[in-house]
């Protein structure tokens, strides 16, 4: 079939054949086909390709990739846990050079109660979105409201200074020695 939007002459469509639906059916049918070719060459070169030896390399690098990701969330963890025990306990924003303990302030408060309060004490509040301004002003007008801190370890991008000369022995993420905080 040289153009499949034209009807084959070498073939009989009986009473259908200047139906423009058996034409849409034959470039159907057509494209069906050369899909199907496709896939079978598809599937064939990834046969091919997985078979060899840098396939099996690629896929080797890959799954050292996803280990050492994972090494990486694990040790980063423990350098977080341990900061934060840190600050826990010595209240030390800066435990280690590269390593930093952010406080943020967070408001606890029931929105009922405080929109209560709104409307006795400051109704212009009302008016404008109570979330986005209240908070910034809410211990300062004697709210309702209870101030809590909470601590975020942040770790530099460079933390090449602490590289170890040797390769550290077993897995040194899993210290259980220091409670969480």
Known sequence: MNDPRKLRKDVSYGEFEDDEL??????????????????????????????TEQWISCVDAREGVKLQADQVERAEARVREIAGWRYATEKDTHPAEGVQVRLYTRLDYSEQQCLHWCEMNAPAMIERRLKKDFDKVAVSLGAPVQETENPRVFIARDISQYMPVNEPDGDYCQGEDEPMV
């Open 22 to 51: 058996v034409a849409a059916l034959g470039l159907a049918a057509y494209h069906r086909q050369a899909l199907d070719k496709a896939k079978q060459r598809e599937d064939d070169m990834q046969e091919r390709l997985e078979r």
